[in-house]
């Protein structure tokens, strides 16, 4: 099948560089970009834009059928940290756009559905350490709910509808296009910026606070790799267990002091220490490795490097 593709809240962190590399293996015409607002003016004026509230089903249908789009990938949803402010938002969000687009392609409006899921699925019952595909799941964030009843209706529409959606738990994902917003993970984007502008940084969990992370190139490739994968290939239609590295904020804070040898951090742990505190340390995505060769890149010193270089270069032209 070739794909046209629709993203629905490409303006974010995630969906914005999703639709530059789905532009480039795809030509920019068979990628539609859309979001609620004119929010990414890079996006927006990048290719093809649409203004798509995610929780209207029939503006998705519309944008759909006019551009006879047979792929979504489903980036809009409410994060971690802004969940818990605004929990029934969130709920509203991250389920009613679930449900618009799953039941697009029950209809067989589309064929094919990327959503992604999230560590935050797992919760405080869970095995910390290396934490399998296949176990305790009691999630305390509204977010990690969603995400976890969300993953369950991917398999029921999967098993029942035989609907082909496929989904990754993203871990922290770091990048320097595009800033995150509202998630736990966000200081390990912070700091690179804070690094590079003030030389300091004030960290909103503690310093021994070990969370899987993952940089972007890797989280977009292997997004491409599951949806391109063979659909006998996509074993699981709940959602794979993903895994980059993991780190804490003061192995962060080291590998920046090997570049800018003054950087200084502090700790001052807020509400999200809770949410952190209740994510896995580590992941095990052998699942993942073993149907479609899922393979990560990127270390943390790697990461560092990338970030500030990149970071560095954007605020000497701003
Ligand atoms: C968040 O921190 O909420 C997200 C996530 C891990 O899903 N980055």
């Not at 935050?120 to 595909?133: F, I, L, M, S």
Request: charged share 25%.
């Amino acid at each position: 099948m070739n794909p046209k593709i629709l993203i629905i809240g490409a303006c974010g962190q995630i969906g914005s560089e999703l639709t530059y590399k789905l532009r480039a293996l795809y030509g920019e015409e068979k990628v539609i970009a859309s979001d609620i607002s004119y929010s990414n003016i890079d996006i927006v004026n990048s290719g093809i834009f649409e203004i798509v509230d995610a929780q209207d089903y029939a503006a998705i249908k519309i944008c759909v059928e006019k551009h006879r789009i047979n792929t979504i990938y489903l980036m809009a949803a409410i994060l971690s940290a802004t969940g818990e402010k605004y929990p029934m938002k969130a709920w509203d969000l991250n389920m009613n756009s679930l449900f618009h687009v799953l039941n697009l392609a029950k209809a067989k409006f589309i064929k094919k559905v990327f959503w992604p899921s999230s560590i935050a699925v797992y919760g405080t019952t869970t095995p910390k350490e290396n934490t399998p595909q296949y176990t305790v799941m009691e999630p305390s964030t509204v977010y990690g709910i969603t995400k976890q009843v969300g993953e369950r209706w991917c398999e029921y529409y999967h098993n029942k509808y035989g609907v082909d959606v496929r989904s990754l738990r993203y871990p922290g994902i770091i990048s320097w296009k595009t800033l995150p917003g509202g998630g736990t993970t966000d200081y390990a984007i912070e700091i690179y910026h804070k690094a590079i502008t003030e030389k300091k940084y004030e960290c909103f969990l503690n310093e021994n606070t070990e969370l899987p992370m993952m940089f972007m190139d890797d989280a977009i490739k292997a997004t491409v790799d599951i949806m391109s994968a063979k659909d006998e290939d996509v074993k699981i239609r709940s959602s794979y267990n993903l895994a980059g590295i993991s780190f804490t904020p003061k192995e962060q804070a080291e590998s920046i002091k090997h570049q800018i040898s003054d950087f200084t951090i502090t700790y001052k742990p807020d509400f999200r220490q809770d949410i952190a505190d209740s994510w896995p340390k580590s992941i095990d995505d052998s699942c993942a490795r073993e149907d479609w060769n899922w393979k990560h890149d990127f270390s943390l010193e790697q990461i560092t490097k990338e970030m500030l270089t990149q970071l560095g270069e954007k605020y000497k032209k701003a």
